[in-house]
């Protein structure tokens, strides 16, 4: 639905109920020199669309709540950086037995996993871990390399990706969390972790900013 352009009139209006609320149909007509009657088209437009509230022998008053192109300009500006969390990294030589044991003491979804430059070079998921441990593997004996997945299908971000898109390439590629990193010269260094989790906080924040 394309968000409501409000008036003039409508604008003047919402001016004087969020300085003066609450207040009466009455009362906004005087101060605009106009008729109850000829405003009362105006009001009804704003109490529907929600931006005034009305209560009986009370009056007018501005509600809060913003228009859908306000929630929408907002939603676009939610950056990553504000949202992401610290990243779970281990060694490549860590064995998938010490992994397993990592992942689930640290209560993530994902482990990334570095080089020795400490650069990205993998991730980790309990799928992994699941398909490597059926079997009679001895789980102390492999190396997380061997099982991870690598690039060019790892999904990662940047600090600076909006929320939204990161939302997208979750859903997407159907995972739970995707690495933050940084570009250097010699590779990428993991500088976060951004998850469904973080998403979720995220869009309540807004619901909560935005009395939703």
Do not use: W
């Amino acid at each position: 639905m394309s968000p409501i352009e409000l008036n003039k009139r409508q604008n003047e209006i919402l001016d004087i109920v969020k300085g003066n609320g609450p207040i009466t149909g009455e009362q906004i007509a005087e101060r605009l020199h106009l008729t109850r009657s000829t405003l009362r088209p105006d009001l009804a437009i704003l109490t529907m669309a929600g931006f005034l509230d009305a209560r009986p022998r009370v009056g007018y008053f501005y509600s809060g709540k913003k228009t859908s192109q306000a929630i929408s300009d907002n939603i676009a500006q939610m950056l990553v950086k504000d949202f992401q969390s610290i990243p779970v990294v281990v060694e490549e030589s860590m064995t998938v037995y010490d992994a397993i044991c990592h992942m689930f003491l640290e209560d993530v979804g994902s482990l990334f996993v570095v080089d020795k430059n400490s650069l990205l070079s993998g991730v980790l998921s309990r799928k992994d871990f699941l398909r490597t441990s059926i079997g009679n593997q001895d789980l102390n004996k492999i190396p997380v390399h061997m099982i991870m997945t690598r690039m060019p299908n790892i999904t990662y971000c940047m600090k600076e990706d909006t929320i939204i898109d990161v939302a997208k390439k979750l859903i997407s590629r159907q995972i739970d969390s995707l690495p933050v990193i940084k570009e250097r010269k010699d590779g990428l260094e993991v500088v976060g972790r951004i998850t469904k989790t973080n998403i979720t906080r995220a869009f309540l924040s807004l619901a909560d900013d935005h009395d939703l």
